[in-house]
């Protein structure tokens, strides 16, 4: 074989490419060539003196080892792929190159990845990923696109615009054992605008792939308009909480509870409920930023704040009306994995003069289903307080026969949508009344939400709220 056969053959082979090559020859004509097809060096006869070509040789060993440690500082070990931090600097390094072109910044990730390492073992889930890297580097090579593995089962690519991500998915896509294929989803960020962060730009890619997350029909999600109105109305509730706290934007109504067991309702009771006046965005809706503040850690703090309001309200009507209106409060499923909860509330108690059945705590049903070991103790613990519990929400999904008999509370509080479906045109309450005996039976006080007319308040069949 030639020379530079033998050098075509060493950089085509995977097990052999990144080893450095010295040319020796007397064909000076061929330098530019083996060069050019991956020689480190060239050394034409006549030979130097051996102490220079051993010199040149070290030298070319210096400079191999160095590729190496580059190589292995940039790049993940177990798939190969660029690691973060280089995939980010070649990411900008190919803007600067293709400056016209319209690029796509892509997320790629495995659902529930951590399940699969534990079914099958970390081999298997290794294997998986270096599968997946194998297949993203050969679906993007053609057009230069670049590829990252950013952390254990999320894979970033850097390309020129295409729309063909869907058969992307399909060729990366892993069979395992018992026929099962790993199931994968990618969000895009479609023709990126280049004005906006590297590392920015992949986190648009993420929403739109978490957009999908619970879905089990869409695996690709694009990124667009309502996803970065939704983002900048995040962050603008987020950055806005600590001033609303701080200058009372968050307004504390009270929803009055009736016994309507009289000829005439009768105020017993009432349930705090918060609602942000916002500056700029007017009345913002709980069920939008309740759960933006449970998943980001804000509702302990705003809870506590609700509390506060809460007692001082109880406080006020006690000294204006002579009486006492218990109220009930909202304890978060957050709230019940502090350890200090019972503390907290008995120091509200103590700070506005009240005693601890004035405030009612409200727990909703589902929080009893997450770790109800852990839950029970600490809704046992308030019992022991003297604290009052409501079970909030009964019948929106979660309901158990054996909840209502064995978890500790003291009222049973239904689910505003479980009263109207039985109050709709056929008005079947046969359901409902059998939930509501149960609870009399058990000498569970029953709180119906959304009784708000005359009909569904009394029915031919006499329900029997009890409060």
């Keep these: 074989m030639k020379g530079q056969d033998i050098l075509r053959q060493i950089r085509s082979d995977g097990r052999t490419a990144m080893l450095p090559v010295i040319v020796m020859t ?36 210096e400079l191999s080892e160095d590729r190496d440690i580059i190589r292995w500082t940039e790049r993940d ?18 803007d600067t190159y293709h400056k016209d072109t319209a690029t796509d910044a892509v997320l790629l990730d495995i659902h529930r990845f ?18 997946i890297a194998e297949q993203l580097l050969a679906a993007v090579a053609d057009s230069e ?30 069979r395992i054992k018992e026929n099962n294929h790993v199931r994968l989803r990618i969000g895009v960020y479609s023709n990126v605008d280049k004005r906006i962060g590297i590392e920015h730009r992949f986190d648009r890619a993420k929403l ?8 089990f029909s869409q695996t690709v999600a694009v990124y667009d308009d309502s996803l970065h109105k939704e983002e900048v109305f995040t962050e603008q509730l987020l950055e806005g909480f600590r001033s609303a706290i701080r200058e009372k934007q968050f307004e504390v109504h009270f929803q009055p509870k009736f016994d309507v067991r009289s000829p005439e309702p009768l105020l017993h009771s ?39 309001e809460a007692a001082s309200r109880i406080r006020s009507w006690k000294e204006s009306l002579g009486r006492t209106v218990p109220v ?23 700070e506005y003069g009240l005693q601890t059945e004035e405030l009612l705590l409200e727990i909703t049903e589902s929080a009893y289903t997450e770790n109800s070991g852990q839950i029970i103790a600490v809704v046992k613990d308030l019992r022991d307080k003297g604290f009052h519990i409501e079970m909030d929400d009964f019948g929106a999904g979660y309901s158990s026969l054996n909840m209502i008999g064995t978890l500790p509370f003291d009222a049973l509080k239904l689910d505003m ?30 709180i119906a939400e959304g009784v708000e007319t005359a009909g569904c308040r009394r029915t031919e069949g006499k329900l029997p709220f009890c409060g």
């Design 114 to 131: 951590h399940i699969l390492n534990e079914r099958y073992g970390r081999s298997v889930g290794d294997a998986v990923l270096k599968k």
């Design 328 to 350: 009930s409060i909202n304890i978060s499923r957050i709230d019940l994995y502090d350890p200090h909860l019972p503390e907290t509330l008995e120091a509200i108690v103590a």
């Design 208 to 215: 739109a792939a978490d957009s999908i997350r619970d879905s």
């Design 145 to 174: 696109g670049i590829v990252c593995r950013r952390e254990a089962d999320t894979f970033l690519i850097y390309c020129p615009h295409r729309t063909d991500y869907d058969q992307i998915l399909q060729q990366a896509s892993v």
């Design 26 to 61: 007397a064909d000076q004509e061929a330098e530019v060539e083996c060069l050019t097809l991956g020689a480190i060096d060239f050394i034409p006869k006549p030979y130097p003196q051996p102490k220079v070509i051993l010199a040149r040789i070290l030298r070319t060993i």
């Design 270 to 308: 009432a349930e705090a409920l918060v609602r942000w006046k916002h500056p700029e965005l007017g009345m913002v809706s709980p069920g939008i930023f309740v759960p933006l503040f449970e998943k980001n850690g804000l509702i302990r703090e705003l809870d506590e704040y609700v509390w506060r």
């Design 417 to 446: 949508q479980f009263i109207r479906n039985a109050f709709r045109e056929r008005k079947d309450t046969r359901l409902l009344e059998a939930v509501i005996g149960l609870a009399k039976a058990l000498c569970l006080p029953t």
């Design 77 to 94: 070990q177990l798939t190969g792929l660029y690691n973060r931090e280089y995939f980010y600097r070649y990411a900008a390094q190919f």
